[in-house]
């Protein structure tokens, strides 16, 4: 059974800064694109930014500059440390992970920007 579970959300003020991670349990399998997903209520989630397996990188536009995603194999776990945080990132943030065959969600967590 393949487990995908999100840590590290919490709330923080304007310009603050958090560190996300996201632990993936897939027994023998390679998680070759691990990534970032954000959602708000009553929106669509969108891609914030993923990395391969070789550590390849994309960030989504919005965030370029403020984020860096990484990852590490031996213990199949990726992160995401967010700087200069503003009140539209606050949102529900969820990782993904591929498998090659299927893609895994965790069940999110909860990132709140707010003075």
């Known amino acids: 059974q393949v487990q995908v579970v999100e840590s590290g959300g919490v709330l923080v003020h304007p310009g603050g800064s958090l560190n996300l991670s996201c632990a993936a349990s897939v027994g023998a399998l390679i998680i070759y694109t691990m990534g970032w997903y954000c959602q708000d209520l009553g929106k669509q989630r969108d891609s914030v930014a993923s990395?391969?397996?070789?550590?390849?990188?994309n960030y989504a536009d919005p965030v370029k500059g403020r984020v860096t995603i990484s990852r590490d194999n031996t213990k199949n776990t990726v992160y995401l440390q967010m700087n200069s945080l503003k009140p539209e990132d606050t949102a529900v943030y969820y990782c993904?992970?591929?498998?090659?065959?299927?893609?895994?969600w965790g069940q999110g967590t909860q990132v709140t920007v707010s003075s």
């Open positions: 990395i391969t397996y070789g550590g390849t990188t």
């Open positions: 993904n992970v591929d498998i090659g065959l299927n893609d895994y």
